[in-house]
């Protein structure tokens, strides 16, 4: 034991006294105080009683979600996507819908009540991509990054950490240019994308809550000579690049046809695989394909919620884990925000596809939704209980109808595979407590989103 304790006095930063916390190597640990000074953990002690002036924070105690995987307008399509038969091509007609009625204001808007709904499920980072980059027609506007920073200050707003995903968006499908609502999204080729992003970047170079980094949207919206350029610029930077990566049977089939090779085949010919590279949803993978994103130590962003609402299909997560491939989580489209239900999904839908039980531990789950969530953003001192680390605590009640019988042996199974986001009650983000008894720090989250969503969807109200 040290000679002086840590805890005695506060001396400007903040102690917290968990009941329980899940602290490395995953591991549920009763009576844990955290001393917070700043943005960080300073020191952490186990098994002691409450220090003086500690807050106590009821319930099993994790380190900050990472949503890995973002699109912030998405939100406004919850329950209406619902209501009709389809497949992903007619959803994605609604959702360009969406895109077409934002401006800089109305996306501030939405894009904070989004990022404040993620806060009350405990997410203290959001990796947004990002591509609804220009004005109606693709004219740009004044700023050329002015979708950008209202992404940024509406995380800021919420009490997120966002790494802001910037995507390269070149043609509405192979050898097709961009029509209608996507001419928003481009910004002609990949040297003007990269010139638009190093001005973001140098705007925000000493914010150390914001990772500026490159996505290319898919195979269907980069060509092989652009997408070169774009990872190019990635590792240049040394800063994450995402991709959505075989979602659908009709990209793979339209790859093969075009460049007689996968889309994973396509990006790791092209330099987009590696430890800072994350394949988004990854759903349709030859054995091939697992090897090489396996064997580049390329992360995979599972988005179960979303993969199920828009009929996607299944991931093999349990082969791409084993291969050497992190798992991370994310909500995606926003059908649900809660990162409980995408980490217990992907070994509940592993379990329909093979028809057998316990392919995860509930550790490895958490670790996708914290620190490999974290890392694959930029961020990889964040999603740990240590000392030096990001300072984002998120507590989870076990005394609620979803978890009530929880002991030290059970509290990670039971938040895994029981707890929802509703049952988060504490969330201190960077330092900042953003949530407290269940309420944000900016209020009625409830009413930001109906606001925000009602004035987006205008467009949709019939006129009387």
């Known amino acids: 034991m ?3 304790n840590p805890f005695a006095d506060v001396d400007g930063g903040v102690i917290y006294w968990c009941e329980m916390a899940w602290l490395p190597p995953g591991e549920v640990v009763e009576c844990v105080s955290l001393r917070v000074e700043g943005t960080r953990i300073t020191h952490i002690q186990p098994e002691v009683p ?40 007619t959803w994605r007609e609604q959702m360009y819908g969406v895109a077409a009625q934002l401006d800089p204001d109305r996306y501030l808007a939405l894009a904070r009540a989004a990022f404040a709904e993620m806060s009350l499920a405990g997410i203290t980072c959001v990796g947004e991509f990002h591509y609804l980059h220009h004005g109606p027609g693709g004219v740009p506007y004044d700023d050329p990054n002015a979708m950008g920073h209202a992404l940024i200050e509406a995380a800021r707003d919420a009490g997120l950490r966002i790494a802001l995903l910037d995507t390269c968006y070149l043609t509405g499908a192979i050898g097709h240019p961009l029509a209608g609502t996507q001419l928003r999204f481009g910004d002609g ?56 990566v075989s979602e659908q049977r009709a990209e793979n ?16 010919q092209h330099g987009a695989l590696g430890p800072r590279s994350t394949a988004v949803h990854a759903t349709h993978l030859s054995d091939v394909d697992i090897a090489l994103l396996g064997g580049s130590t390329t992360h995979v962003c599972m988005c179960p919620t979303t993969e ?24 995606d489209s926003h059908a649900v925000i809660d990162l409980f239900e995408e980490a217990r999904a992907v070994e509940l839908d592993e379990r329909l596809a093979t028809r057998e039980r316990g392919h995860f531990r509930a550790a490895e789950l958490l670790d996708a939704a914290t620190a490999a969530g974290h890392a694959s953003l930029g961020f990889p001192d964040a999603g740990m209980l240590v000392p030096g680390a990001w300072a984002d605590l998120v507590s989870v009640r076990l005394d609620s109808v979803r978890t009530a019988g929880a002991t030290k042996g059970t509290a990670a199974e039971t938040v895994v595979f029981a707890a929802s986001a509703g049952d988060v009650h504490s969330v201190v983000s960077g330092g900042r407590r953003v949530v407290e008894d269940g309420r944000h720090m900016l209020g009625d989250v409830g009413a930001l989103l109906r606001d925000a969503v009602a004035d987006v969807r205008r467009w949709r109200t019939p006129v009387r």
């Not at 790859?255 to 990006?267: G, I, K, M, R, W």
């Not at 199920?308 to 909500?331: E, H, N, V, W």
Request: net charge neutral; with cysteine; glycine share 8%.
């Open 50 to 89: 409450p220090p003086p002036g500690a807050v106590r924070l009821a319930g099993l105690t994790l380190p900050g979600l990472a949503n890995a995987h973002s699109h912030a307008f998405h939100r406004a399509l919850r329950g209406h996507t619902q209501a009709e038969r389809g497949t992903f091509w």
């Open 253 to 268: 089939q339209d790859c093969v046809e075009a460049y007689s090779a996968t889309p994973v085949q396509l990006l790791h």
């Open 189 to 244: 080729d990949a040297v003007r994308w990269a010139d638009r992003v190093e001005l973001l970047g140098r705007s925000l170079r000493t914010a150390e809550d914001v990772v500026i980094g490159a996505a290319i949207h898919s195979i269907r919206a980069v060509p092989p000579e652009q997408m070169c350029l774009v990872a190019e610029f990635a590792n240049r930077h040394a800063i994450p690049l995402h991709a959505h």
């Open 308 to 331: 199920r609402d828009l009929a996607d299909g299944i991931g093999r997560a349990r082969r791409l884990l084993d291969g050497g491939s992190p798992i991370t989580l994310g909500s």
């Open 2 to 4: 040290p000679d002086v």
